[in-house]
């Protein structure tokens, strides 16, 4: 079954630590993204790719990074410099093209820093 | 840009009574509309979404909106809801400027939707 896959469904750090979030998806999406959510606040863009080797910064990029180096792979990575990581991160893909933008969502991370 | 706006935090109701979510938009250009849903714990699965055409939407689980463009509202509506129908709901919109969009989604901050039997 094509879908989105998110790894670990639960992830603990340690403040001052690095951690990387895993999203692949096999629905031969050109498009992914990285939304963090917080109670009562919706969902936040992170960053966003839509190609390829190529990606750009959301609503609340800073303490963030990702790669795009495969289409099926966008990890995220949780760095240090983010001040509140505490949060549920979900991943999402979608076309790009002929009108079509529904966003597929993957089930989520939920990070705690101790 | 774009905002969302979800009137409702929270919405209690009973088994089998109707129920309305409301949202209202705001966007200097023309845009796609959508509704999903969140199970505790997961993530968020879409149930309708307008993009042109009928301005009255049917999506999944029984659930039906209306696009009104001079109120600038997307309603998410069900007749009759079920146990199963508690969840956090959200409603998203994207700008469509001259067909060029990279899909970003701009949210509502959610509506929870308990039903009680």
């Known amino acids: 079954d094509g879908g989105i896959t998110q790894s670990p469904k639960y992830l603990f750090r340690k403040e001052g630590q690095n951690v990387t979030l895993s999203c692949e998806q096999n629905?031969?999406?050109?498009?992914m993204y990285w939304y963090r959510q917080d109670p009562g606040q919706g969902l936040r863009l992170i960053y966003y790719s839509q190609i390829v080797n190529d990606f750009q910064k959301g609503d609340i990029a800073e303490g963030y990074s990702v790669s795009r180096e495969k289409k099926e792979s966008f990890p995220l990575t949780v760095t240090s410099a983010q001040k509140n990581p505490t949060a549920f991160y979900l991943c999402?893909?979608?076309?790009?093209?002929?009108?079509?933008?529904?966003?597929?969502f993957g089930p989520g991370t939920r990070l705690t820093v101790l | 840009a774009q905002s969302v706006t979800q009137l409702d935090s929270q919405v209690p109701v009973f088994e089998e009574a109707p129920v309305e979510l409301r949202c209202n938009y705001s966007?200097?250009?023309?845009?796609?509309l959508f509704w999903y849903v969140q199970y505790p714990n997961q993530g968020l699965q879409l149930l309708l979404k307008?993009?042109?055409?009928?301005?009255l939407v049917k999506g999944i689980n029984g659930f039906e909106a209306e696009f009104n463009k001079s109120q600038t509202s997307f309603h998410l509506r069900k007749p009759s809801v079920h146990i199963s129908d508690t969840a956090e709901y959200f409603c998203a919109v994207i700008g469509n400027a001259g067909g060029t969009s990279y899909g970003k989604l701009t949210f509502g901050q959610g509506t929870i939707l308990t039903v009680h039997p």
């Open positions: 629905l031969n999406h050109d498009a």
């Open positions: 999402a893909s979608s076309t790009i093209s002929g009108g079509r933008h529904e966003q597929f």
């Open positions: 966007s200097s250009v023309s845009v796609y």
């Open positions: 307008y993009l042109s055409g009928s301005t």
